[in-house]
């Protein structure tokens, strides 16, 4: 199993391009299971999950062509209705392919997902849903399996915001009889970029990108061709990057409107930068202020930029409270900072960071994707050699972590288990 060592080594200072979003791709990749023709992505994030998301649409029997950040992808031989849990296990986006495969095939048994252990992710709000729409679902051996010979339109409402709650039913609705009006649904960017891809495709949409999104159902939808939009996680990851190290290091590739709310609370905290229409420059600072933080579906504080954020707090002047609204375990980073000296204390869901204290390299445990991240952006100003084990959490969404940050001046080295310390 693979590790980062990593030496704080100064600012950074260069040039980061940021890839595709990984979170806009795999609702994209699923959305191709809604038509036999073909379909073209491109901007596509060379990440474990996507890859594992075409090995589950290859067994589902559609004909999958990858070639590094794009791919091609036929569906006239669909011939499998079933995600199996090899396949799922390690990735919850799985469940995406549950709504079009049902309003395609009329027929989906999907494994329950796994992925990331930081929270309650239910698919509850999936199943009333469809329900709602004619699917007759039942839940057994650990299997969704849901049948209907078409889907009809209805009035959805859901109880809580969810993305891919949103974007299962946005898919099924597509295909479905009549007009489906969704209801407190998730406004994130790669919503709106699910949704402006089976347009292409032929899809009737209204409003997506707002709390209500209107589909008018039609008989089939066609090929298209499609570019992912930018990772604003990743984008917002190496922004923290150059915070915390006191860099200099523009951003491009990136689509600095949809991190607006976590831009302006780092401006809030003293960063300097400048921010164009793709591109996001860092500039050097003499210190940061701590800043209060919420994490809210967008456009609020993005659940995916706190960790990173908590790692940030621990360099800047005062005591900072951030409390987290959408994921009941998602401070499980917050031991392996404390091991590294940060002070941190966590009262049920809000971590009170107070800074700045100096942090020094240890062995640390990544749990989650973005809690990988946060240990990363430790190791950069830590004294010593830190050691990020279990990084395939960081292989499911980060696009070649280590050779952007070595770019721009970090010394990260990745290495087999049993290494001791950078070459």
Known sequence: MDKLIIKGNGPLQGLVRISGAKNAA?????????????????NLPPVKDIQTMG????????KVC??????????????????????????????????????????????????????????????????????EIVIEHGFVEARASRLKGAEIFFET????????????????????????????????DLADMLIKM???????GTAT????????????????IPDRIEAGTYVCA?????????????????????LDVLILCGLKMSVGENSIEVFPHEGLVARDIQTQPHPGYPTDM????????????????????????????????????????????????????????AQVMATDLRASASLVLAGLIADGETHVNRIYHLDRGYTHLEQKLSAIGAQVQRVSEGTSHLE
């Open 306 to 361: 706190q960790a990173q954020f908590m790692t940030l707090m621990t360099q800047a002047e005062g005591r900072s409270l951030i409390t987290e609204n959408i994921f009941e375990n998602r401070f499980m980073h917050v031991s392996e900072l404390v091991r590294m000296g940060a002070d941190i204390k966590v009262t049920d869901r809000t971590a009170a960071v107070k800074g700045p204290m100096p942090l020094s390299g």
């Open 66 to 135: 990858m070639d590094g950040e794009e791919a091609k992808i036929n569906g006239s031989q669909l011939s499998n209705h079933v995600a199996t849990y090899d396949l799922v296990k390690t990735m919850r986006a799985s469940i995406l392919v549950l709504g079009p495969l049902l309003a395609r095939a009329g027929h989906a048994r999907v494994s329950l997902p796994g992925g990331c252990a930081i929270g309650a992710r239910p698919v509850d709000l999936h199943i009333k849903a469809l329900e709602q729409m004619g699917a």
């Open 213 to 228: 999104i209107t589909i008018h159902g039609v008989e089939a939808l066609h090929g298209a061709s499609h570019a992912i």
């Open 242 to 262: 150059a915070a915390i190290t006191r860099g200099h290091v523009r951003i491009e590739q990136v689509t600095p409107r949809h991190l607006r709310r976590f």
């Open 26 to 42: 795999l609702p994209c990749l699923t959305a191709t299971i809604l038509t036999a023709d073909d379909v073209h992505l491109t």
């Open 55 to 62: 090995s589950l649409l290859t067994d589902l029997g559609m």
């Open 161 to 192: 915001v969810t993305v891919t709650g949103t974007e299962n039913i946005l898919m099924a609705a597509t295909l479905a009889e009549g007009i489906t009006v969704l209801n407190n649904a998730a406004k994130e960017p790669e919503v709106k």
């Open 202 to 208: 032929g899809a009737r949409i209204e409003g997506a």
